[in-house]
T-cell receptor, first 111, second 111 residues
Framework: DAKTTQPPSMDCAEGRAANLPCNHS???????VYWYRQIHSQGPQYIIH???NNETNEMASLIITEDRKSSTLILPHATLRDTAVYYC????????????FGTGTLLAVQP | SQTIHQWPATLVQPVGSPLSLECTVE??????LYWYRQAAGRGLQLLFY??????ISSEVPQNLSASRPQDRQFILSSKKLLLSDSGFYLC??????????FGSGTRLTVV
């Protein structure tokens, strides 16, 4: 599976959009981009995933560049409860393919 | 609905003692099951995964073992715990292409 690069930490003001970048320059054509987050002392929570097109759900939006070498997770109106470590993961489709976590980005939402 | 149960939530065990952590899944059949460990201040490391009853794959050499005696039951064990086995242990399952679901975790402290 391709590796990803994320900034170790970011700050965001409460109520503002949080934009979390991820580089995955070696991604293959059949690999998806997944985002998870882990709030302190809890299990990771699935946020969103995509292959080529931008995706949106009730939690976030995922913007994938046309060359698929990078993506951005957008939390439109960050709240204090969004403070967590956010993981960008590249993984082949299929239930048997493993989810390998990197170091992620610690997002601190400030009041 | 699909749920995952993991227990106990916290555990303090002496060095050299045995370990048994259990994870069960409800509301699904033939899930892929995973054990992850997160050492203090570190990322999530995949330890074992299973695609079916009795089928266990180990990702890293270690002092632990895993078993899957039933379709929706995954057990993590050790005969003799080491100090380095301390950490946050998470069970997860996946059935479809996306969306691993994680349990609430067990925080193990070996003393």
């Amino acid at each position: 599976d391709a590796k990803t690069t994320q900034p170790p930490s970011m700050d965001c003001a409460e109520g503002r959009a949080a934009n979390l970048p991820c580089n995955h320059s070696t991604i293959s054509g059949n690999e998806y981009v997944y985002w998870y987050r882990q709030i302190h002392s809890q299990g990771p929570q699935y946020i969103i995933h995509g292959l080529k097109n931008n995706e949106t759900n009730e939690m976030a939006s995922l913007i994938i560049t046309e060359d698929r070498k990078s993506s951005t997770l957008i939390l439109p109106h960050a709240t204090l409860r969004d403070t967590a470590v956010y993981y960008c993961i590249v993984r082949r489709g299929g239930a048997t393919n493993k989810l390998i976590f990197g170091t992620g980005t610690l997002l601190a939402v400030q009041p | 609905s699909q749920t995952i149960h993991q227990w106990p939530a916290t555990l303090v065990q002496p060095v050299g003692s045995p370990l048994s952590l259990e994870c069960t899944v409800e509301g699904t059949s033939n899930p892929n099951l995973y054990w992850y460990r997160q050492a203090a201040g570190r990322g999530l490391q995949l330890l074992f995964y299973s695609v079916g009853i009795g089928q266990i794959s180990s990702e890293v050499p270690q002092n632990l073992s895993a078993s899957r005696p039933q379709d929706r039951q995954f057990i993590l064990s050790s005969k003799k715990l080491l100090l380095s086995d301390s950490g946050f242990y998470l069970c997860a399952w996946s059935v479809v292409t996306y969306g691993y679901t994680f349990g609430s975790g067990t925080r193990l402290t070996v003393v």
